[in-house]
């Protein structure tokens, strides 16, 4: 059983560019969450999607910022316009539940130029 | 709002000795995780703790659970080099794995 799959691992955007990024969760599993870690930082909560819903965007910035997770496929972190600020480690993570543990991917690294 | 403070943030210790690492939590959660992870890697998963006075060991590292004081431990026992990594702890407001709120963590470097 593949663990969770996020690609690209690493991905450099000019300024202004969009960046889109990828997470298949692990098999079974139709709960996802998104992080964002920047340098020497924990990670903050952006946004939870089921499938075809997103059920928890509170961490979200509000402009540029977009996720989705259809019915088939991955699910997709989305950011528009980026600027120098968007550089950091974009993790997502999935669970089978709600309330069952989570595993994470192992991360795309976002660097904008 | 929740927040969720680790100390000591940098952490040098020589292989052997033993150490503890903090964590410290504003609002109440009845559960608390640690994570380990290497530069450039994920998150691994270590322990979850689900009540007051819990405890969990697994080799070198043994964490705790104060849920009335809202602490939680990580203790390092006899350390080697091998353990050398950023130590996260993390709560969830709400109760489920997905949205949790992160320390800073612990950047431990064990030294021969």
């Known amino acids: 059983n593949a663990g969770v799959m996020q690609n690209p691992r690493h991905l450099v955007r000019r300024r202004g560019q969009e960046a889109r990024l990828r997470c298949s969760p692990m098999?079974?599993?139709?709960?996802v969450y998104w992080y964002r870690q920047l340098p020497e930082e924990g990670l903050k909560f952006m946004v939870y999607?089921?499938?075809?819903?997103?059920?928890?965007e509170s961490g979200m910035p509000k402009e540029r910022f977009s996720a989705e997770f259809p019915k088939e496929g991955p699910s997709i972190l989305r950011i528009q316009q980026v600027v120098r600020g968007d550089s950091a480690a974009y993790f997502c993570?999935?669970?089978?539940?709600?309330?069952?543990?989570?595993?994470f991917g192992q991360g795309t690294r976002l660097t904008v130029v | 709002e929740l927040k969720v403070e680790q100390n000591p943030l940098f952490l040098s210790m020589q292989e052997g000795k033993n150490y503890t690492i903090y964590c410290n939590y504003s609002?109440?959660?009845?559960?608390l995780y640690w994570y380990r992870q290497d530069p450039g890697k994920s998150l691994e998963s270590l322990f979850v703790?689900?009540?007051?006075?819990a405890v969990k060991q697994e080799g070198r590292l043994m964490a705790s659970l104060d849920t009335k004081a809202r602490l939680s431990t990580l203790h390092i026992t006899a350390a080697v080099h091998d353990l050398s990594a950023t130590y996260f702890c993390?709560?969830?407001?709400?109760?489920?794995?997905?949205?949790?709120?992160f320390g800073k963590g612990t950047k431990l470097s064990v030294k021969p």
């Open positions: 993570a999935s669970s089978e539940i709600r309330d069952t543990e989570a595993f």
């Open positions: 098999k079974g599993h139709s709960h």
């Open positions: 999607l089921q499938k075809e819903n997103i059920i928890d």
């Open positions: 609002t109440t959660s009845d559960r």
């Open positions: 703790l689900l009540s007051n006075g």
């Open positions: 993390a709560v969830s407001p709400g109760g489920s794995q997905g949205n949790l709120i």
